[in-house]
C-alpha cells in the first residue's frame, strides 16, 4: 500500500501474544499495587487490568475470580517473604550470643521488609481480613514463621537446663514473632523515620529483657 507520498509503508506488527502462564506474573504485579494501594474491597478486576495494561477478559483468563487472583497473590508473596526471613534468621542460636544474634536477625528482618514493602502490606493487611478463606491462608503463612524461629528457639531452652522447654519453645517463638511483626509495621507506617539499623538493635534489647525476664 502506498501513501499520498507514493512511499510503500510497512504493514503494521502485531503485538506479540502473550499466554496466560506469561501474563500472571504481571497481572500480579499490578494487583499487588492496587491491592496495597486500595484493599482487597476497594480493588476490582477492572482496575487491576487498567493497572496491568490489558483487558478485563485477559485477567479473566488468568484468573477465573478475584479470590483466585488475590490468593495467588498471597502465595506469592508469603513464599517471598518467608525466604527473606529465612535469610534473616541465623542457622543456629547460643546462649552466650543470643543477643548479638537477636540485633543481627531482627536489623536483617528489618531490612528486608523495607526492601519489599508492599509484600509486607499486602500480606499482613487487615483490609481483607473479613474474608475468611484469606484469613486463614495468612494465619498459614504467619505460622510457618513462627514455626521457623521456633526450631530456633529450642536448642536454646535446652542448652538453659529448662525442665518444660518443648513447652516454653512455642511461647517465646511467638513472642519474637509478634515483636519482629510490630517492629515492621512501625518500620512501614505512614510518615515513620525509622531505620532498620537503629529498630533493629532496640527490638534486640526488648526481646533480650523479656526473655530473660522468662
Same mark, same amino acid.
Given at each position: 500500500?502506498? @501513501?499520498?507520498? @507514493?512511499?510503500?509503508?510497512?504493514? /503494521?506488527?502485531?503485538? +506479540?501474544?502473550? @499466554?496466560?502462564?506469561?501474563?500472571?506474573?504481571?497481572?500480579?504485579? =499490578? *494487583?499487588?499495587?492496587?491491592?496495597? $494501594?486500595? %484493599? !482487597? %474491597?476497594?480493588?476490582?478486576?477492572d482496575a487491576i487490568a487498567g493497572a496491568a495494561g490489558v483487558t478485563k477478559p485477559v485477567v479473566y483468563e488468568c484468573y477465573p475470580s478475584k479470590e483466585e487472583l488475590f490468593a495467588a497473590l498471597l502465595e506469592r508473596e508469603e513464599e517471598r517473604l518467608l525466604g527473606e526471613v529465612r535469610s534473616a534468621l541465623p542457622e543456629s542460636?547460643?546462649?552466650? %550470643?543470643?543477643? $548479638?544474634?537477636?540485633?543481627?536477625?531482627?536489623?536483617?528482618?528489618? *531490612? *528486608?521488609? *523495607?526492601s519489599t514493602p508492599d509484600s509486607w502490606r499486602v500480606v499482613f493487611g487487615s483490609d481483607h481480613g473479613a474474608e475468611p478463606a484469606l484469613a486463614r491462608r495468612i494465619r498459614r503463612g504467619r505460622a510457618a514463621a513462627v514455626g521457623q524461629v521456633q526450631v530456633l528457639v529450642k536448642p536454646v531452652?535446652?542448652?538453659? @537446663?529448662? +525442665?518444660? #522447654?518443648?513447652? /516454653?519453645?512455642?511461647? !517465646? =517463638? +511467638?513472642?519474637? #514473632?509478634?515483636?519482629?511483626?510490630?517492629?515492621v509495621r512501625m518500620l512501614l507506617a505512614p510518615g515513620s523515620d525509622w531505620k532498620p539499623e537503629e529498630l533493629g538493635p532496640l527490638m534486640a534489647n526488648l526481646a533480650s529483657r523479656a526473655l530473660e525476664a522468662a
Open positions: 500500500m502506498t @501513501g499520498a507520498s @507514493g512511499t510503500a509503508k510497512a504493514p /503494521r506488527q502485531r503485538a +506479540e501474544h502473550l @499466554g496466560p502462564e506469561r501474563r500472571r506474573p504481571l497481572v500480579l504485579d =499490578a *494487583a499487588l499495587r492496587m491491592f496495597v $494501594e486500595h %484493599g !482487597y %474491597g476497594g480493588t476490582s478486576m542460636v547460643r546462649v552466650d %550470643g543470643i543477643h $548479638e544474634l537477636l540485633e543481627s536477625a531482627f536489623t536483617a528482618l528489618f *531490612a *528486608a521488609a *523495607a531452652l535446652d542448652q538453659t @537446663g529448662i +525442665e518444660d #522447654a518443648a513447652r /516454653r519453645a512455642p511461647l !517465646y =517463638a +511467638e513472642l519474637l #514473632a509478634s515483636m519482629g511483626e510490630a517492629g
